[in-house]
């Protein structure tokens, strides 16, 4: 089993920035690729940003150019860059973390508001 355990959401202003963090704990050697979710009100669940084998980056066409993906294996936590927010980046994140049998683990969630 693996545990993940978001932190970093909040109010922001547009324009703004925040990253959130997701620390991973558990059997977590078989796994191979993080990534972040989300989800808006009255909306379906969306891919945000994935991150394999720590440098294959892949990201939601809403958000290229804004948001980076990183990974720190010695803290085995993934984060998630947002920069320039927009009212429409409002939604509850989520994290993931993939394994090799093709199981995947999901934290929680963090809101994140952008808001003036």
């Known amino acids: 089993q693996v545990q993940l355990v978001e932190s970093g959401g909040g109010l922001v202003q547009p324009g703004g920035s925040l990253r959130l963090s997701c620390a991973a704990s558990?059997?977590?050697?078989?796994?191979?690729?993080m990534g972040w979710y989300r989800q808006a009100p009255g909306k379906e669940r969306e891919l945000v940003a994935t991150?394999?084998?720590?440098?294959?980056?892949n990201y939601a066409d809403s958000v290229k150019g804004r948001f980076t993906i990183s990974r720190d294996n010695a803290k085995n936590t993934v984060y998630l860059q947002m920069n320039s927010l927009k009212p429409e980046d409002t939604a509850v994140y989520y994290c993931?973390?993939?394994?090799?049998?093709?199981?995947?683990?999901w934290g929680k969630g963090t809101l994140v508001t952008v808001s003036s």
């Open positions: 993931t973390a993939s394994d090799y049998y093709g199981t995947t683990y």
């Open positions: 558990g059997i977590i050697s078989g796994i191979n690729t």
């Open positions: 991150i394999r084998s720590d440098v294959i980056t």
